[in-house]
């Protein structure tokens, strides 16, 4: 998964009230896209939005609220617009604005789009603040559909993948996503869980999954290794887990994740995200909007 931060430590951490401009956070997980006839990927944009950083008006006696407009698009190499879409966000009402911890906002957009290169742009606006109330985000996407055997992008998750059966923007592969934002793990957070899926695999060839993180200076804590997994045919294989994150110090980390034979053992895909870690402070819990 890639990942575009403004800037992280300020997205995720808890803010003291300042005069800045509104933050934006967004990340883009690839996977396969099944229409046999459109090739290209399927998107998966997941934005959050402090609401620290907001401007809040009163509405009525001891009622106060934001609002922030966010902007997406997806921009071809000569500039058009292969997709674009305004989401207008409120978070919930407040008695007093001097309370010093305002959860976040976070939708998820999942769009297809053909292989080719292009440009994720965000924009968030503060509707309740002229000066310094815009912030603009943009990352290069590229989607490329697998010749071989090869992950998706990992996504990172604040509990485990959950069975369920029904469809929603937040479930994938047959399981309920809670994403951790950033792959930021907070304070009590022993444990990253993650999930992705593997593409291109022959049904009868079992694999084993192997994952592990490591620290910036380059040690891999110990590896976890699944029960074989057997491919799906003809269809992406949905691939979860959780690792120990141990004695990991605070800061950034890489969680990486390889495919193995079962059989010969040996590796047929990898795939890694970068995350972080915080010993001293608390992960803000999200306010999901379901869009």
Do not use: C
């Amino acid at each position: 998964m890639r990942f575009l931060l403004f800037p992280l430590a300020l997205a995720i951490a808890p803010l003291a009230a300042h005069a800045g401009p509104p933050q934006l956070l967004l990340e883009v997980a690839r996977f396969r896209n099944l229409d046999q006839v459109q090739k290209g990927g399927e998107i998966e944009i997941s934005v959050t939005v402090p609401t620290q950083p907001l401007t809040y008006r009163q509405r009525a006696p001891r009622s106060f609220q934001s609002s922030a407009v966010v902007e997406l698009s997806i921009v071809k190499a000569d500039g058009t617009a292969a997709w674009q879409e305004t989401v207008t966000l409120k978070p919930p009402v407040l008695s007093d604005t001097t309370i010093s911890i305002k959860n976040p906002l976070s939708f998820l957009k999942r769009v297809t789009v053909p292989d080719g290169t292009y440009t994720l742009r965000g924009r968030v606006r503060d509707q309740y603040k002229s000066a310094n109330g815009e912030t603009t985000v943009e990352q290069p996407l590229v989607v490329a559909t697998a010749k071989a055997p090869a992950f998706s992008d990992i996504v990172f998750l604040s509990r485990p993948a959950a069975k369920a059966a029904e469809v929603g923007v937040f479930n994938r592969g047959g399981y309920l996503l809670t994403r951790a934002p950033g792959g930021y793990y907070g304070r009590g957070a022993d444990v990253v869980f993650f999930y992705t899926e593997l593409n291109q695999l022959p049904a009868d060839r079992p694999v084993r999954l192997r994952y592990y993180v490591v620290a910036p200076d380059g040690k891999p804590a110990a590896a976890v290794d699944s029960a074989p997994i057997t491919p799906a045919a003809g269809r992406p294989t949905p691939a979860v887990g959780q690792v120990p994150l141990g004695p990991l110090p605070a800061g950034a980390y890489t969680l990486k994740v390889e495919a193995r034979d079962a059989a010969t053992n040996k590796v047929l895909a990898t795939q890694s995200r970068a995350g972080q870690r915080s010993l001293t402070e608390y992960a803000p819990a999200g306010a999901a909007l379901p869009r």
